[in-house]
């Protein structure tokens, strides 16, 4: 069976830019590798969502893998923990969690507890929570749990068992009112909300004595003896890829979110040695990675951050300098990769270098292989691509095509 490639520059379509002469970054960078494919392959534009549609990267990913944003979309707390490089299951529940200053009637007095949280004390936090409150809730309620801190105040809270995500916030949302009691906003929910209430009251009780709040308010801080839990979800119930395209699928992406939900459809993840979603990422090991995956896997995903990141800093040679060096490891790649694969490459969304945000614009499409149509478009660029033979695709129709090429995939009828 043949195998495939599936490049995702993240926001890496544009619009036309002043300064690089009203030309896209991707119409001005000189990248070789990419444009051959591109002329010996074909094209279209893509519509990830839906025209004028703004996406997300995770939505547009899900999108891409071929599972329905408007259906599959888990919400923020299940992204969160993915993000934060926790394994999820479906029917897992995950929370967004916020470490938070409370008074002794647990009235909010700080959502973010000061702010400012120490690498010292998010891992004792972390030791707390995970060791002193978890385990008196399991062996009451036989609900196995993890706690993560993220970012500054930011947390994740993730439930497996016999739960539901359908339970309301305990964060009040606002400073002054009391942290919220957890309700359950369905029949099966009830177990799952009083597990929350009784989180709070323990957490409150084990963080208020924690030793690092007795050394925060010799500084004169306030103390964190709170988390509060907000944007339950759960990962639906779903086919994974590999029984869906009937493909052995790997994943190679710096940036936790995006191979989080590679790996929660069943991608297998491959580390890269300075992968990690960053300007200095190195693409000519990342390809390498991707051409050796392709040994044993039929199927390769391999994602691009920094387009994305420059566009949001503004930064538009850095952004042409990216696709560059992008192209360079592509041409590594095409050396290395077995001789029957297939090369795709597209965008998760626009992230246009004026706007600094992404936006719903068409992102160009290309197919490359042994057996693909060959067109009359000879650059990958947002207005080359556009009279291309694929015109206009959507998000949802890439793992059908790449599949489609493999021919592992059943036919629809007779
Ligand atoms: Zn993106
Ligand atoms: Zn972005």
């Known amino acids: 069976m043949p195998r495939a490639l599936l490049v995702i520059l993240d926001g890496c379509a544009d619009r036309p830019v002043k300064e690089l002469g009203n030309k896209t970054p991707l119409e001005v960078a000189i990248k ?44 923020r707390g299940p992204l969160e ?37 120490g690498a010292d004390e998010a ?15 399991k062996s009451k309620y036989g609900i196995d749990a993890i706690y993560k801190q993220t970012v500054e105040h930011r947390g994740v809270l993730v439930l497996r068992g016999a739960v539901s995500p359908n339970v309301s ?11 919220a009691e957890a309700r359950a906003l369905s029949e099966d929910a009830k177990v799952t909300a009083s597990y929350v209430n009784e989180f709070t009251r323990l957490v409150y009780e084990k963080l208020s004595r924690a030793r690092f709040n007795d050394k925060r308010r010799r500084e004169g801080k306030v ?35 995006i191979r989080g939900i590679g790996v929660a459809l069943g991608m297998e993840a491959i580390n890269v040695e300075n992968y990690v979603g960053s300007k200095d990422d190195d693409f ?57 694969t297939y090369i795709f490459i597209t965008c998760d969304h626009a992230t246009p270098i004026t706007v600094r945000d992404h936006t719903g614009d068409p992102v160009p499409f290309m197919a490359w ?10 650059k990958f660029s947002e207005r080359d691509c556009a009279r291309g033979f694929w015109n206009r695709i959507k998000g949802i129709d890439v793992m059908n095509i790449i599949a489609n090429y493999l021919g592992a995939i059943e036919k629809f009828g007779e």
């Open 81 to 117: 923990a993915l993000g934060a490089g926790i394994p999820l299951n479906p029917g897992d529940v995950a929370f967004r969690a916020n470490v938070a200053t409370v008074n002794d009637e647990l009235i909010v007095v700080d959502r973010r507890g000061g702010r400012y949280i």
């Open 123 to 137: 891992r004792e936090i972390e030791e707390i929570i995970n060791n002193e409150v978890l385990p008196i809730l």
């Open 284 to 340: 000519n090991s990342a390809f390498h990675a991707a051409a050796e995956a392709l040994k044993n896997h039929d199927f390769v995903f391999l994602h691009v951050k920094p387009t994305d990141s420059m566009s949001h800093d503004g930064d538009a040679r850095g952004k042409v300098m990216i696709i560059e060096r992008v192209d360079a490891g592509l041409r590594r790649f095409i050396e290395e990769a077995p001789g029957d």
């Open 32 to 75: 070789p590798a990419i444009d051959r494919l591109t002329a010996d392959g074909s094209c279209g534009l893509m519509d990830v969502i839906s025209p004028g549609i703004r996406p997300g990267s995770d939505v547009a990913h899900l999108a891409i893998f071929g599972y329905d944003p408007y259906k599959y979309y888990p919400g």
């Open 369 to 378: 292989g042994p057996d693909v149509m060959r067109d009359e478009v000879t």
């Open 223 to 257: 103390p964190i003896n709170m988390v509060l839990l907000r944007g339950a979800g759960s990962l639906r119930k779903f086919e994974p890829l590999s029984s869906k395209y009937k493909i052995k699928p790997a994943i190679i992406a710096g940036v936790a979110l």
């Open 169 to 179: 916030d305990t964060d009040p949302h606002v400073v002054g009112a009391r942290v």
